[in-house]
T-cell receptor, first 116, second 114 residues
Framework: DAGVIQSPRHEVTEMGQEVTLRCKPISGHNSLFWYRQTMMRGLELLIYFNNNVPIDDSGMPEDRFSAKMPNASFSTLKIQPSEPRDSAVYFC??????????????FGPGTRLLVL | AQSVTQLGSHVSVSEGALVLLRCNYSSSVPPYLFWYVQYPNQGLQLLLKYTTGATLVKGINGFEAEFKKSETSFHLTKPSAHMSDAAEYFCAVSDGSGYSTLTFGKGTMLLVSP
């Protein structure tokens, strides 16, 4: 079975440009999570969706960040405009949430973003 | 609210030595506990998890962890380290909210020397 798929794997852009990160969750999963990982702050949860609906976006750093999940098999994380401090590895994860908790999150390989 | 504390950002062991990575959690409800491993330039991969039942949980690659409620701990161990175990390890707790959200610790980098 295919795992969580993320694209691109690497992105280098200049400050001020728009960046779009993409994620395809595992088929049948109903929860999707976006994380950011940096040396300074570790692993941060940015936003998560359940059944394509955003549940909690309190981790989104600022209005420059937005995320969408138009259908069960696709999600995007957009940064506009990008800044050097956005440089990080961005992970997408998915799970099959049953309502009881304890479900495993499956992570994608990540997108390594460098903003110059 | 949940929180996770991993003692030691780096742990160094020799190949063949015991591995012990510490994790303490705080949770207002009975927790679900996880250990993930991250190899360089890869995503996180589940090592093992505790939900209910037996408090000693066995995972992949010879790792195991024991849930101790009285100590609010979920330490990860492996009897004999291998060079391939060098990676970063994350402990996480879920509150069982129904959305399978996780609160992660800051991670512990395991270094294995020959």
């Amino acid at each position: 079975d295919a795992g969580v798929i993320q694209s691109p794997r690497h992105e280098v852009t200049e400050m001020g440009q728009e960046v779009t990160l993409r994620c395809k969750p595992i088929s049948g999963h109903n929860s999707l999570f976006w994380y950011r990982q940096t040396m300074m702050r570790g692993l941060e949860l940015l936003i998560y969706f359940n059944n394509n609906v955003p549940i909690d976006d309190s981790g989104m750093p600022e209005d420059r960040f937005s995320a969408k999940m138009p259908n069960a098999s696709f999600s995007t994380l957009k940064i506009q405009p990008s800044e050097p401090r956005d440089s990080a590895v961005y992970f997408c994860a998915s799970s099959l949430a049953s309502g009881t908790g304890g479900e495993t999150q499956y992570f994608g390989p990540g997108t390594r973003l460098l903003v110059l | 609210a949940q929180s996770v504390t991993q003692l030691g950002s780096h742990v160094s062991v020799s190949e063949g030595a015991l591995v012990l990575l510490r994790c303490n959690y705080s949770s207002s409800v009975p927790p679900y506990l996880f250990w993930y491993v991250q190899y360089p330039n890869q995503g996180l991969q589940l090592l093992l998890k505790y939900t209910t039942g037996a408090t000693l949980v066995k995972g992949i690659n010879g790792f195991e962890a024991e849930f101790k409620k009285s100590e609010t701990s979920f330490h990860l161990t492996k009897p004999s380290a291998h060079m391939s175990d060098a990676a970063e390890y994350f402990c996480a707790v879920s509150d069982g909210s129904g959305y399978s959200t996780l609160t992660f610790g800051k991670g512990t980098m395991l270094l294995v020397s020959p």
